[in-house]
């Protein structure tokens, strides 16, 4: 492929993702301007009927746990709700994985079959070249 051709992919990406980008700010404002006349619940689903449109709103809480103060609600909570309360995932860390490939074999092979491998979308940043 040649360069001008590529540089064509290149612009029309650009410019797709600066169409997406002010679609993105209309919508929220177009949603900032509506929220106020919906109706509202702290968490769940309402519904707002409208002459033509009905709008179907759920609210969810995110909850975040400070893990400084858990250690303290685990000594003063009965063992079976705190475990039933927080439940813990086990997660990895991408580095050590990464180490243990290059320096244990063994134990990567151990580990492996415990994992499932899929591509991410890839991320991609085009930036004009500066020409002086």
């Known amino acids: 492929m040649l360069k001008k051709d590529l540089d064509v992919l290149f612009e029309r990406y650009?410019?797709?993702?600066?169409?997406?980008?002010?679609?993105?700010?209309e919508a929220d404002l177009a949603l900032e301007n509506l929220l106020p006349f919906l109706v509202k619940t702290e968490e769940g689903t309402t519904h707002t009927h409208g002459e033509n449109y009905?709008?179907?709103?759920?609210?969810?809480?995110?909850?975040?746990?400070?893990?400084?103060?858990?250690?303290?609600?685990?000594?003063?909570i009965p063992q079976a709700v705190y475990q039933r309360l927080f439940t813990f995932r086990?997660?990895?860390?991408?580095?050590?994985?990464?180490?243990?490939?290059?320096?244990?074999e063994e134990t990567y092979r151990?580990?492996?079959?415990?994992?499932?491998?899929?591509?991410?979308?890839?991320?991609?940043?085009i930036n004009p070249i500066e020409r002086n």
């Not at 709103?57 to 685990?74: F, G, N, P, Q």
């Not at 151990?110 to 940043?125: D, H, R």
């Open 90 to 104: 086990p997660a990895m860390s991408v580095k050590e994985f990464k180490k243990i490939k290059e320096y244990d």
């Open 14 to 25: 650009i410019e797709a993702k600066k169409k997406m980008a002010a679609c993105s700010a």
């Open 54 to 76: 009905d709008a179907v709103t759920s609210y969810r809480l995110t909850i975040k746990i400070d893990d400084k103060k858990l250690a303290d609600v685990e000594k003063n």
């Open 110 to 125: 151990q580990v492996l079959p415990a994992l499932t491998f899929t591509p991410a979308k890839p991320s991609i940043e």
